[in-house]
């Protein structure tokens, strides 16, 4: 019954926002706030706060922000320009440009759009990642037990690990929401006007 309560508890966290996603009208204020925590967390895996250039991995940024937001940022080029640049100016130059990508993927596709597809990726990635941590919450429970042999509590190692699950979970949710986000290849109205215009030429072609 331990067991059972911890996964319980899990789940009345993961279907309470599953309930609210369902029922908001809008996540912009969600998406917002998680992509400044993911970009935050990004920049300060390579430019420590308060940090000296000596201790930036300024390449590794580059190229971490092309594989997971699409986009390229010539960093290392610009802090050669700019002598007098710090760890904070390139954390807020990364965000800042981060959100022009955003609102320039929603002027592209309009408001109503990007919220419809805002709260599409945000339940998916949920789902997702809920049946996956449901499978390793069994692999835990399965092997908890061999922990006595090493003179812990099964039961608190259990609530321990899984808490770390649950966690780790977590922040993998609101990394991929944002990295899908912003990866996701978004057509204009004018285009997909356009390709149906194409698509009726073609299907007028072969009567």
Sequence with gaps: LDYDG?????RKVIYSQR???????????NIEGIRADVVAETVERFVPPESIDDQWDLPGLEATIEQEFGQRLPLVAMAQ????????????????????????????????????LEKHIMLNVLDENWKQHLCRMVYLRQGIHLR???????????????????????????????TLLARVRTRSEAEIAAMEAEERRQAEAQL
């Excluded at 309930?19 to 204020?29: I, P, R």
């Excluded at 099964?154 to 609101?174: G, H, N, V």
């Design 6 to 10: 911890v996964n319980n508890d899990q």
């Design 19 to 29: 309930d609210e996603l369902l029922e908001a009208d809008s996540v912009k204020d």
């Design 81 to 116: 320009e700019q002598k007098e640049l710090d760890a904070e100016g390139i954390a807020r130059h990364v965000q800042e440009t981060l959100d022009r990508v955003f609102a320039d993927k929603e002027a592209s596709v309009g408001p109503e759009t990007m919220r419809m």
């Design 148 to 178: 006595g042999y090493a003179q812990k509590q099964p039961k608190q190692e259990y609530k321990k690990e899984a808490f770390e699950l649950f966690s780790e979970m977590l922040d993998r949710i609101k990394r991929e929401v944002v």
